[in-house]
């Protein structure tokens, strides 16, 4: 093993509240990892909501209360490296880890349900119950590592692993077969964007809600219909009009995604930017047979961010010219407007080496079974 920096650069979280908790430092430690971790080098991070979120503790249920800001409801230990879409390249690993994975591109899967190792009880989010990728180096248990093979960019690829996972466990979660009508809200986001896109490769029908400006790039993402957020559903829809609603809203229009599910719907969430709490009528649940999905652990079944790309469906789902790095204040003033559609990326903290092009070791079996052609 080369010799390893001791230092890098990162951005920090110090404390919840704005943009003025984000600090620079070129004085950090390199993540320490064990016998199961992997350390990575950073090629690019995604920046997306649930950074902002988690920033602004916005995941606390006690009114942005700090001592269960986290994803698992606990206190976030400060200062946090945030960056939960990581692609990078593999720089060292642990003992108990194959050395073929040193050298080759990776993505890292940002829910984790293991630690250095350990089986977690509950699962931790990347850049909030441990560090994250904006940073030049980070560390990961090697169950979340995922070779990649592809011709897309760093930043393109950045732009993958919270959106297109996320996505693909809802669906699997919902069992979506094809032929089924899907309503699919927040559909200009990361996780909305690709959710439209793997069910389209399911053969399902979807119907995209968002905003009327961005009614064109979902279509050419493969939407059937694109519904505005300001619509009323039932009369744009009708009532048992659909069998699975993936919602990324909640809202005050929640109580017509009951309305619209046919007898025996499905409805999947993942997230709340409408507001996380909702009227339901109980008596709609029982009397329709409905069928709710909170998704945040992975199925495992759904391999990750492997399952969810092997569709194909994954075509550029940023719409505007990446930042060109994590210095960069572009991202959050597009994501607090919601101006762009899909993901926000931006290329690493370290400064570009030029690599002489290199032969990468043959795959194991398990490497294979583990890796991603695309």
């Known amino acids: 093993m080369s010799q390893l920096p001791t230092t890098m650069t990162a951005v920090t979280l110090n404390g919840h509240g704005g943009p003025e908790m984000l600090e620079l430092r070129t004085d950090l430690p390199l993540p320490k990892f064990g016998p199961e971790d992997v350390l990575v080098q950073v090629l690019a991070a995604g920046v997306n909501n649930t950074d902002i979120n988690t920033r602004k503790a916005w995941y606390s ?46 993505l890292l899967e940002p829910c984790l349900q293991y630690a250095h190792g350990t089986k977690l009880e509950a699962p931790w989010y990347l850049g909030s119950e441990c560090d994250g990728g904006f940073a030049e180096y980070v560390s990961v248990d090697h169950h979340h590592v995922y070779p990649i093979q592809s011709a897309l960019s760093d930043q393109e690829l950045a732009s993958f692993p919270c959106s297109y996972s996320t996505a693909e466990n809802m669906l699997t979660r919902a069992n979506v077969q094809s032929g089924e009508q899907l309503l699919i809200t927040g559909a200009s986001g990361g996780v909305g964007s690709a959710a439209v896109q793997l069910a389209k490769a399911r053969g399902a029908n979807v119907v995209a809600v968002s905003s009327a400006s961005k009614a064109p790039l979902l279509l050419e993402l493969g939407a059937d219909r694109v519904l505005d ?21 909640a809202g005050e229009q929640w109580p017509s995604f009951m309305e619209v599910l046919k007898p025996k719907g499905r409805y999947t969430v993942a997230g709340a930017i409408g507001g996380p709490l909702v009227e339901l009528d109980v008596r709609t649940l029982y009397l329709n047979d409905l069928s709710f999905f909170g998704c945040t652990m992975l199925e495992r079944k759904c391999s990750a961010i492997s399952s969810a790309m092997s569709k194909r469906a994954a075509s550029n789902h940023w719409s505007h010219k990446p930042s060109p790095s994590l210095k960069s204040k572009r991202h959050r003033r597009c994501l607090s407007k919601r101006s762009i559609l899909g993901r926000s990326c931006c290329r690493s903290l370290a400064k570009p080496q030029k690599r002489a092009k290199q032969k990468l070791p043959q795959r ?6 583990h890796s991603i052609d695309f």
Do not use: Y
């Open 61 to 106: 249920k006690q009114e942005s209360d700090a001592e269960d800001a986290s994803w698992a409801g606990q206190p976030l230990h400060f200062p946090r490296i945030q960056g939960a879409d990581v692609c990078g390249r593999v720089i060292a690993v642990g003992e108990n880890v194959t050395q073929d994975l040193i050298g080759q591109r990776v």
């Open 229 to 249: 957020r300001k619509d009323d559903l039932t009369d744009s829809l009708g009532t048992n009009s659909i069998d699975v609603v993936i919602d990324l809203v």
């Open 364 to 369: 194991t079996e398990r490497d294979q079974q």
